[in-house]
Antibody, heavy 125, light 108 residues
Framework: EVQLVESGGGLVQPGGSLRLSCAASGFTFSSYWMSWVRQAPGKGLEWVAN????????YYVDSVKGRFTISRDNAKNSLYLQMNSLRAEDTAVYYC??????????????????WGQGTLVTVSS | SYVLTQPPSVSVAPGKTARITCGGNNIGSKSVHWYQQKPGQAPVLVIY???DRPSGIPERFSGSNSGNTATLTISRVEAGDEADYYCQVWDSSSDHAVFGGGTQLTVL
């Protein structure tokens, strides 16, 4: 059974840092792209970042570029999100998600087939 | 950046058919995926590649995609279908996943 379990959320002051973790099990972690997706209170879903199987490619939503870093440790079956210079607008539940899909020569068709239960990050003074 | 537009809410009586739309420029050229999210829970994939259903998702859930509109159709709606539904595509021009704003389905 595929399981994704996030941890590391909490209350942090504006400008502070936090590191989220996602422990994966039930599948060959090193074979999949992985993502972080967030959801602000009462709002919709927002994709945050993607990382390739070997960590060689990473993509970010513009609002977190230069502040957040996605990484992974395939030996530990773990995904991470290092969040620096946090802002109030980063307050959200952060979900870890497994990426499925493919790329052709002209486009990619990725989706998220399994999600963790989420971890809440609150940025407030 | 690519934008997906969903109606904020859709209401339907039990046993009837609910249709939730997702609009985007030439969305028919992309693959659309749909997620169901119940209060306090993580999203669940219900349709991928426009019309494919993951195992465990009832046949009552179906999808279509053409032109500028993709549609999630839920037949014989049940009270347990009440949830928020999100469409999603991958925007290859920016290497970003894009979600629609979500539609709250209310079963009357």
């Amino acid at each position: 059974e595929v399981q994704l379990v996030e941890s590391g959320g909490g209350l942090v002051q504006p400008g502070g840092s936090l590191r989220l973790s996602c422990a994966a099990s039930g599948f060959t972690f090193s074979s999949y792209w992985m993502s972080w997706v967030r959801q602000a209170p009462g709002k919709g879903l927002e994709w945050v970042a993607n990382i390739k199987q070997d960590g060689s490619e990473k993509y970010y939503v513009d609002s977190v570029k230069g502040r957040f870093t996605i990484s992974r440790d395939n030996a530990k079956n773990s995904l991470y999100l290092q969040m620096n210079s946090l802002r109030a607008e980063d307050t959200a539940v952060y979900y870890c998600a497994r990426v499925r899909g493919y790329c052709s020569s002209t486009s990619c068709r990725y989706y998220f087939d399994y999600w963790g239960q989420g971890t809440l990050v609150t940025v407030s003074s | 950046s690519y934008v997906l537009t969903q109606p904020p809410s859709v209401s339907v009586a039990p046993g009837k058919t609910a249709r939730i739309t997702c609009g985007g420029n030439n969305i028919g050229s992309k693959s659309v995926h749909w997620y169901q999210q119940k209060p306090g829970q993580a999203p669940v994939l219900v349709i991928y590649y426009d019309s494919d259903r993951p195992s465990g998702i009832p046949e009552r859930f179906s999808g279509s995609n053409s032109g500028n509109t993709a549609t999630l159709t839920i037949s014989r709606v049940e009270a347990g279908d009440e949830a928020d539904y999100y469409c999603q595509v991958w925007d290859s021009s920016s290497d970003h996943a894009v979600f629609g704003g979500g539609t709250q389905l209310t079963v009357l």
